[in-house]
């Protein structure tokens, strides 16, 4: 197996002293549509910052095309590598076209301001995500499921393959998660590689190809949702006793918590 | 092609992406900059009117009114447009790096520490203007260093870079005290002048000296604006765009001590000048930010504060920093009214 773009190597990644994973090692495969998932603290935001060189490992590393990602230049990974953080600032009063202007940074220059193909790409990435009429609409006058697409809007006008999203439902009622997911499904089929933290077992399972369940800072099951996702992995990942039966829609894997016989009625 | 409220100009290769509101801003701020500095240099203690002045300025005058112009009056406006200028665009990279809107060299130590800079060489050395100028530089550079250092020497941003800004003032305030009172009623009151902040007598060697920190902050302003500007976005956004976060947040800390210093060492303190220019600059701009812009505002209020300091109270000129303290103090408040209005603010 050839390893995938993004790979981490025996890296020790946390904040300041404290560790979070020790001698983790992860593969992101090419093409994909992975999400990592776990319960809280279990490592999965960190890994994604790791990835996405917010986070240096204090040992081994992460490695993008081959290359420590940390010894590549900075603009020349953001044309490779885009991300969506948890919790983006948006600028007081800034129009949605403008924010979605701004993933062009990476392309952009001191005497490179605005190109005819900077125009070309904000345009089909708002298109894309269909908020091409929100164009001219302060960015703090949307719902937060329209706010969630300009995000997305402004990462695909870096125009990277690879996509990074940290919890990108959280804060969503179920519709514009619904909305969110969908729309990353249809980056994925389009042919780029999508690395999302998701919270919901059920969605991971239905829109991810690829999974990554961590637990205390490890990995401890990784492939495709029809294999790993079992009611032995579940219980060990969440520890919740679960059954598992075929998603009726789409033929996946959902997970059914059990009714514990003592609960109250 | 065009952008709304904007407009791309192409050649070759290159582009620039000029925005109507701050273009706007800037054309109409720098026109009454232009109309403060014309009458700041026809009034004063012998009104030369405008025809004279003009006439001084083209050398075409007499020799006495250009004598007042070009020795007297010239220096001191230049002076006060370079200072108020460093003041203006230092504020806008605190604001920046702090993401606070009380974000100043006011607030964060700088001011003091070159205060103690200055008193140091006031009262220890009984120095003059030039050993006081070089010291209250120093004292602001230390200032922007420890505070650096304090932030453990990583990334200077944020809620950590105002909490030691404030730790480092007021032990610095202490420090000022103490150096106040250990002084004699001379030097106390030489002293006391100079953390006014003032603009008379200035010469065309410290404007010069103003012009030429000016200018280097400028310069990498303009390098560092769009990282700053991506900055916004929030660090995770930035680093996700390319931004070098903490190179760029270093070089903004270093550039905007260096234009504090510069500034601080020729006029004094001048105070709430970096506070309150780039807050005028973005009410003009609205969502975007143009650190120019928040110079040429800092150059309007000093000129225009020293233009009413000239005329002063009752025919006796003032100090120039006890009007920009009175002019901005006034306007903080008014901001924070109107914010509550607003609902900003509870």
């Known amino acids: 197996m050839t390893a995938g773009p993004l790979v981490v190597q025996d890296a020790t990644i946390g904040y300041g002293r404290v560790a979070i994973s020790a001698g983790l090692n992860v593969d992101i495969p090419e093409g994909e549509f992975t999400v990592i998932l776990g319960p809280n603290a279990c490592g999965k935001s960190t890994l994604l910052k790791a990835l996405a060189r917010m986070l240096k490992p204090s040992a081994g590393q992460v490695l993008l095309d081959g290359k420590d990602i940390h010894s590549q230049p900075t603009r020349a990974v953001a044309r490779r590598l885009g991300l969506l953080p948890q919790s983006p600032i948006a600028p007081d009063g800034i129009t949605v076209a403008d924010l979605v202007a701004r993933g062009r940074y990476p392309h952009q220059g001191i005497l490179k301001q605005w190109s005819a193909e900077d125009e070309r790409v904000v345009a089909e990435a708002m298109a894309a995500t269909d908020i091409s009429e929100l164009a001219s609409r302060g960015v703090d006058e949307l719902s937060g499921g329209q706010r969630q697409r300009v995000w997305i809007a402004m990462v695909l006008a870096q125009q990277t393959p690879l996509l990074l999203l940290d919890e990108p439902t959280t804060f969503l009622d179920i519709t514009h998660q619904i909305e969110v997911l969908d729309l990353c499904a249809k980056l994925h089929r389009e042919g780029r590689t999508l690395v999302a933290v998701l919270h919901d077992l059920n969605q991971a399972a239905r829109y991810a190809t690829h999974l990554i369940a961590m637990r205390g800072g490890e990995v401890v099951a990784e492939g495709a949702p029809a294999d790993i996702v079992t009611a032995e992995t579940v219980h060990q990942v969440f520890d919740l006793p679960c059954r598992i039966i075929d998603d009726p829609e789409t033929g996946t894997p959902l997970v059914i918590p059990k009714a514990l016989a003592s609960a109250p009625v | ?346």
């Open chain 2, 1 to 346: 092609m065009s952008v709304q409220g904007s407009t791309v100009l192409r050649l070759g290769g290159n582009s620039i992406r000029v925005r109507h509101r701050t273009v706007a801003a800037i054309i109409g701020s720098l026109a009454v900059l232009f109309a403060v500095a014309m009458w700041s240099a026809a009034t004063g203690s012998t009104a030369l009117g405008l025809d004279r002045t003009w006439a001084a300025l083209l050398d075409q005058g007499t020799k006495g009114d250009e004598f007042i112009l070009w020795d007297l009056r010239l220096p001191r406006l230049a002076t006060g447009l370079a200072v108020g200028a460093c003041m203006g665009l230092s504020g806008a990279l605190f604001q920046n790096l702090t993401r606070n809107p009380l974000g100043s060299p006011d607030i964060l130590g700088l001011t003091q520490g070159a205060t103690s800079g200055a008193l140091v060489a006031i009262i220890l050395t009984s120095g003059g203007l030039q050993l006081t100028a070089v010291f209250a530089a120093f004292g602001a550079l230390a200032t922007g260093l420890v505070i650096w250092g304090l932030t453990r020497g990583g990334d200077p941003s944020g809620y950590r870079l105002v909490l030691v800004g404030i730790g480092v003032a007021a032990i610095l305030a202490g420090v000022n005290g103490y150096l106040l009172t250990r002084t004699t009623i001379v030097d106390a009151f030489r002293a006391v002048y100079w953390l006014t902040g003032d603009l008379s007598g200035r010469s065309w060697d410290q404007a010069a000296i103003v012009a030429i920190v000016l200018a280097a902050g400028a310069a990498v302003v303009t390098v560092l604006s769009r990282g700053l500007d991506a900055l916004r976005l929030g660090e995770a956004s930035a680093t996700g765009l390319g931004v070098h976060v903490t190179g760029t947040r270093v070089a903004a800390l270093v550039t905007a001590s260096v234009l504090t210093a510069g500034a601080v060492a020729v006029a004094g303190p001048l105070a709430f000048v970096a506070l309150a220019a780039p807050h005028i600059a973005a009410r003009l701009t609205g969502s975007t930010r143009s650190f120019m812009l928040s110079a040429i505002i800092g150059a309007l209020i000093v000129t225009g504060a020293d233009m009413i300091a000239v005329a002063g109270i009752a025919d006796r000129q003032l100090p120039t920093g006890v009007v920009t303290g009175v002019v901005g103090g006034l306007y903080l408040v008014w901001l924070l009214i109107a914010q509550r209005k607003k609902g900003v603010m509870s």
